[in-house]
Nanobody, 127 residues
């Protein structure tokens, strides 16, 4: 059974930085693809970034490219999302996700593609 537990959420001012963590446990083979989704107020859940952990291949949403970095520490079995130059529109609930392999580029940001979800961590960016 795969379990994902996020941490690191909180409040930050615009322009600041925040790192989210996701501690993963369970069969690593069934969660080779891991990522982050977010749900902003009044909006649908959207993909932020994902990583194929055996190769560290990453993909990002256009809205966060250049500001966010996703990476995975194999020794700690922990996924991270380093978020810099934060904007108020980055406010929302952030979820860690996982599945056996990464979807094609045209499907990676679909919530239905992922088997495993964490409980989420709230991030608030104030202007």
């Amino acid at each position: 059974q795969v379990k994902l537990v996020e941490s690191g959420g909180g409040s930050v001012q615009a322009g600041g930085s925040l790192r989210l963590s996701c501690a993963a446990s369970g069969d690593t083979k069934t969660r080779s693809c891991m990522g982050w989704f977010r749900q902003r107020p009044g909006k649908e859940r959207e993909g932020v970034a994902n990583i194929y952990t055996p190769t560290s291949y990453t993909i990002y949403a256009t809205s966060v490219k250049g500001r966010f970095t996703i990476f995975y520490d194999n020794h700690k079995s922990t996924l991270y999302l380093q978020r810099n130059s934060l904007k108020p529109e980055d406010t929302g609930m952030y979820y860690c996700v996982g599945r056996i392999w990464c979807p094609n580029a045209d499907r990676w940001a679909r919530p239905s593609e992922y088997n495993y979800w964490g409980q989420g961590t709230q991030v608030t960016v104030s202007s």
